[in-house]
């Protein structure tokens, strides 16, 4: 079994690739379109290429607003520096479907609307999304310390671990979420044993 530091290292390390990939991004450019034979005369006006349109996206599952409000509400009070109160409102969560961020939030992307983004703009992107990361994930490592400690640790695992499968399940959500979501279920794991 690995140990706390080891996990640790090869989450930072697979961070880095993921950051890596998408900095230096998909160096394909879109093919060119086939030119005309010399012999044409070239008389029509040159075509333009569509924009690109999104798909919408498919729900596999229901999305739960009201969880995904309070998880919202959660990740507020974690960064006012209300920590027990942030930690309290992450546990007290009903899920009843997929996580869902607020459209604002650049954790609301799918994977494929992040790689569909131009180079710069998902540079710009990636940074919004790290540092949202950064707190969603502190404030996940504090529920699981709640759950080291007290009578009532098992909720507070509990919450952390249906919180990390929800992550680690949705087949549309960012990569680096579902990363999130597969070390929680993990050190859940660990602390239920």
Known sequence: MMSENGRHTVCLFLSGLLLVAALVGCKKEAEPAPTEPEEQEQTSAPVTQPAVETQPRVETRPVDTAGSSRLAEAITLFQQGQQD???????????????????????????????????????????????????????????????????????????????????????????ILKMLGESLQEKAAEQSS
Do not use: H
């Not at 109160?85 to 609307?113: H, M, N, Y």
């Not at 699981?144 to 009532?152: F, N, R, V």
């Open 85 to 175: 109160e942030a930690v309290e409102a992450f546990v007290d969560i009903q899920w009843k479907g997929r996580v869902c961020f607020p459209e604002s939030s650049p954790l609301a992307l799918t994977e494929a609307e992040f790689a569909q983004l131009p180079a710069s703009e998902r540079n710009e992107r990636l940074a919004e999304i790290m540092g949202e990361l950064i707190v969603l994930r502190s404030l996940t490592k504090a529920v699981l310390a709640k759950g080291q400690s007290g009578p009532d640790g098992a909720k507070y695992t509990n919450a952390a671990a249906t919180f990390g499968k929800l992550l680690a399940e949705d087949k549309e959500a960012l990569a």
